[in-house]
């Protein structure tokens, strides 16, 4: 990385970071260079600089990426201008210098042992033992097949269920009649399915549920926010599957809150609308503020999520960033095919090729997870001509968290589990 500074006399600042072929120093030289250049500027004029996150989240902070603004623009008017921009994940508003990780943040959420068990004959136990730990100003997903235990959980969190044993912590207080509001002020819920009245307009829904709240936004600018502006004298039952869900999605927002709760919230969708949740999602945190997403939607997953928690059978089985638990796979490429004449039981043939990490295989296909694709094909192609077999399908893609969860547990994420509740 090379960072360039440049606060002229002429009242001209400039800071401005790019990415240099192979010189990258270390992390502390970075902030030692910005802490000088901050500490030259403050000499001119008294001023706050923000590190801004724009569109992702602190577990993906690199020091490549940065975006320094003077905020104080009455006392910084020559200054103003000293702005670093870059491209890629940017730094979010409400983190100073020097950056902490965010392993350091204080919890936003804090489940510890969950336990949560529906009486029956025989019982049925939805939530078995689950620890979650998510940190402030992160998007963490909640990720698992129908009926995994996903739901529960979250309406435990957001104080709509009694869990029968653990520990629940939201925003640092636990629920209970002294908590309850102070927490409830401070959180906003959109459901799986939401049902609002369909004899209301926009604007009104969203009049009613600000009036639910001590301090909020106004309902004008969370329209314009959803992009609902337009619709705000029209009722709820007019509008289309899209706009209702961005109109869920608004009465969550309305409160301001600073945690989020999206339970499947894109489920039923059209393409184009997924993708303007996606927006006003990941608007939302760049303000700083946390999201507790649960979603069977892998790429929604990747695109949007610091952390994920893949639930099954209702206990977490594996947790960190879609990055991570992807490479744990051993390859971040898959190579799918299927032969002529080939016992497709068998793959255990190609595990020893080049850069071949695992084989299994899936509904009649042999899948390679693989490091290199460019050293396992031609490997692959000389393998199969050896047999003198022929491909009768063949293809490569980028490994996915579905692989992840086949791989841990032999199953596709939309194979449903029993129902996790009454």
Not at 78 to 83: G, L, V
């Amino acid at each position: 990385m090379r960072i360039a500074f440049n606060p002229s006399l002429d009242g001209t600042g400039s800071l401005s970071a790019c990415r240099a072929s192979r010189n990258r120093p270390g992390i502390g030289s970075r902030t030692s260079k910005l802490n000088e250049f901050s500490k030259q500027i403050t000499e001119r004029a008294v001023c706050t600089w923000d590190v801004c996150y724009a569109g992702r989240r602190p577990p993906r902070w690199s020091p490549d990426c940065l975006e320094y603004r003077a905020l104080d623009h009455s006392r910084l008017s020559e200054y103003e201008k000293a702005i670093a921009t870059v491209q890629e994940p940017m730094l979010r508003p409400r983190f100073t210098t020097p950056i902490l990780p965010v392993s350091h943040m204080p919890s936003a959420i804090r489940c510890s042992n969950l336990f949560k068990t529906y009486e029956g004959k025989p019982p049925v136990e939805a939530v078995r033992g689950l620890d979650l730990d998510v940190r402030e100003g992160e998007c963490f997903g909640l990720l698992g097949p129908n009926g995994a235990g996903k739901t529960t959980t979250i309406e435990i969190i957001e104080g709509l269920l009694e869990p029968t044993s653990g520990e629940v912590e939201v925003l640092g207080r636990a629920w209970g009649e002294q908590n309850e509001n102070a927490i409830k002020q401070q959180i906003g819920i959109s459901f799986q399915e939401t049902k609002l009245s369909d004899k209301l307009t926009v604007a009104e829904t969203l009049t009613l549920f600000r009036s639910f709240y001590e301090a909020g936004i106004d309902p004008e600018q969370v329209m314009r926010r959803v992009d609902l502006q337009e619709k705000a004298g029209s009722w709820v039952n007019k509008l289309s599957g899209g706009q209702r869900q961005r109109l869920a999605v608004a009465c969550a927002l309305v409160g301001d809150p600073q945690l989020l709760f999206l339970d499947e919230p894109t489920t039923g969708l059209d393409p184009q609308s997924r993708r303007q949740l996606w927006e006003i999602i990941r608007s939302f945190g760049a303000q700083g503020r946390t999201v507790l997403l649960t979603t069977h939607y892998m790429d929604e997953a990747e695109r949007l999520c610091d952390r994920v928690a893949i639930v099954d059978r209702g206990k977490v089985i594996a947790l960190g960033s879609p990055h991570e638990l992807i490479s744990g796979l051993g390859g971040e490429h898959v190579i799918e095919f299927t032969l002529d004449g080939l016992d497709r039981t068998q793959p255990d043939a190609f595990a020893d090729l080049p850069a071949v990490s695992s084989a299994h295989a899936e509904n009649g296909h042999i899948l390679l997870s693989v490091s290199e694709p460019h050293q396992a094909l031609p490997a692959l192609l000389r393998r199969v001509e050896e047999t003198n077999h022929q491909f009768t399908s063949l293809s490569t893609r980028h490994a996915s968290l579905e692989d992840v969860f086949v791989t841990l547990t032999g199953r596709h994420l939309s194979d449903e589990e029993p129902d996790d509740g009454p």
